[in-house]
């Protein structure tokens, strides 16, 4: 079935950097571009960017220009989303999700930690 | 604080309707018809529900309906189930600098 599957929880130290994947199956990634959603603790969703799987063009939420790169190997049918100089603000459970006006399938989410 | 502003919590009793409210400016809910809705059980990945305001993806039931008046979009569930039970989102495009805005969710209690 089409499904999107994410990398496993991360912990990372202030400053640091960290990359989630996102493997979809039962479908081709350049059929349909990606999202990355965000869901601090206690808080609600959050849009971080878009990537078309296609030709890897971006878009990304204003305030994470410069620190968020979202990038694709459709050799692999993986997207992938990288965030630096991570803070405590960045520890959230990231999801991406397919589609470009909405979103019809989710990957399960990632738990990244940022702590000292 | 959210681009788009939902009510903290509904609730009602199996069998009732409810309705969420998702209230934005003339720069997003009020300017585009891309406006959806997510169900979100904690820990689950959300699941589609609405897109495009009003239409409704195969598989999800027709007792939920999504509808839009002016800077106000709005999801109606009728005929409550237990399993409707989550927090809902809504979500519209709102143009080429801001992209997407999310609601800052509702929760639902089925009583």
């Known amino acids: 079935q089409v499904q999107l599957v994410q990398s496993g929880a991360e912990v990372k130290k202030p400053g640091a950097s960290v990359k989630v994947s996102c493997k979809a199956s039962g479908y081709t990634l350049t059929s349909s571009g990606i999202s990355w959603v965000r869901q601090a603790p206690g808080q609600g969703l959050e849009w971080m960017g878009w990537i078309s799987t296609y030709n890897g063009n971006t878009n990304y939420a204003q305030n994470l220009q410069g620190r968020v790169t979202m990038t694709t190997d459709t050799s692999a049918n993986t997207a992938y989303m990288e965030l630096r100089s991570l803070t405590s603000a960045d520890t959230a459970i990231y999801y991406c999700?397919?589609?470009?006006?909405?979103?019809?399938?989710w990957g399960q989410g990632t738990t990244v930690t940022v702590s000292s | 604080q959210s681009a788009l502003t939902q009510p903290r919590s509904v609730s009602g009793s199996p069998g009732q309707s409810v309705t969420i409210s998702c209230t934005g400016t003339?720069?997003?809910?009020?300017?585009?018809?891309?406006v959806s809705w997510y169900q979100h059980h904690p820990g689950k990945a959300p699941k589609f529900m609405i897109y495009d305001v009003t239409k409704r993806p195969s598989g999800v039931p027709d007792r939920f309906s999504g509808s839009k008046s002016g800077n106000t979009a709005s999801l109606t569930i009728s005929g409550l189930q237990p399993e409707d039970e989550a927090d809902y989102y809504c979500?519209?495009?709102?143009?080429?600098?801001?992209?997407?805005?999310f609601g800052g969710g509702t929760k639902l209690t089925v009583l």
């Open positions: 979500c519209s495009y709102a143009g080429s600098y801001t992209f997407w805005v």
């Open positions: 999700a397919r589609g470009g006006t909405y979103w019809d399938v």
């Open positions: 003339s720069n997003d809910v009020g300017a585009y018809n891309y």
